[in-house]
């Protein structure tokens, strides 16, 4: 069992667009991917334009590839070092932590996840 940020069983991110390093839906990780695709996101327009700028167009349609290209609200399985670089330039897309894989925690803190979360961690009532 794969586990979240939160501790939690890693949940689904998205499987319309299907994502994942293994086309799972889940960001889950592995030895093989080398580009650690384990950060669930929502991408915005401005994310989009930020990561064409440097050099990863998330965009374009890649047919080639089954990709058909990124549109603002969808949800993506991005590299933690990617989001990182974002956070770093003030433009990291908003993150669902129950999709997010633990190993994120070895690029960014918990709490800079936190700051970004569309789905705060879920307390208990007494």
Not at 47 to 63: E, Q, Y
Not at 68 to 88: I, M, N, P, T, V
Not at 113 to 119: E, M, R
Request: net charge negative.
């Amino acid at each position: 069992m794969a586990t979240n940020v939160l501790g939690g069983e890693l949940q689904p991110c998205s499987f319309d667009p299907l994502t994942g390093f293994y086309r799972d839906g889940c960001c889950n990780t592995g030895a093989e991917d080398l580009g650690v695709h384990t950060v669930c996101v929502e991408v915005t327009d401005q994310f989009l334009d930020f990561s064409a700028r440097v050099g990863n167009d998330l965009s374009t349609p890649r047919p080639e590839l089954g990709f058909s290209g990124l549109r603002a609200g969808d949800q993506w399985c991005l590299c933690a070092a990617r989001w990182k670089e974002a956070y770093d330039a003030g433009m990291a897309p908003k993150v669902r932590l129950e999709s997010t894989h633990r190993s994120t925690l070895e690029w960014v803190s918990l709490d800079e996840l936190k700051a970004f979360a569309i789905d705060p961690p879920r307390t208990s009532s007494a």
